[in-house]
């Protein structure tokens, strides 16, 4: 069933040292055809040594950026800490109405 399905992982991390495994995805058969990885940091300035050409900004803001609207389409999985999952969660269901039963999310701290 897996060989049908397209899965989009959004991976966010406040420095460039924080993002962490593409490799392991780019392992799997079907990246980049299927499986895609999409890195993304909210500061990208912060740590020495590191150039980041990816997106910025927030996890949910590049969600939004690359779905729009047909956000309700698809079925989530999110896991990170409270202000992210909430922002993401209120994103999803308030902003584009999609089903609380197509979200699957773990706060932690």
Known sequence: MLETRHLHFFYGGRTPSDICGESF?????????????????SLPGEASGFQW???????????RRVFGDTLSNF?????????????????????YCV????????RFF
Do not use: K, N
């Open 75 to 95: 079925e989530f999985y999110f896991a990170g800490p409270p202000p992210m999952t909430q922002a993401l969660q209120e994103m999803l269901m308030i902003g």
């Open 25 to 41: 995805l780019r392992m799997l058969r079907g990246y980049d055809e299927r499986i895609h990885f999409y890195p993304v940091v």
């Open 53 to 63: 050409s990816g997106e910025t900004g927030f996890v949910h803001d590049v969600v």
């Open 99 to 106: 089903p609380f039963e197509q979200l699957h999310f773990d």
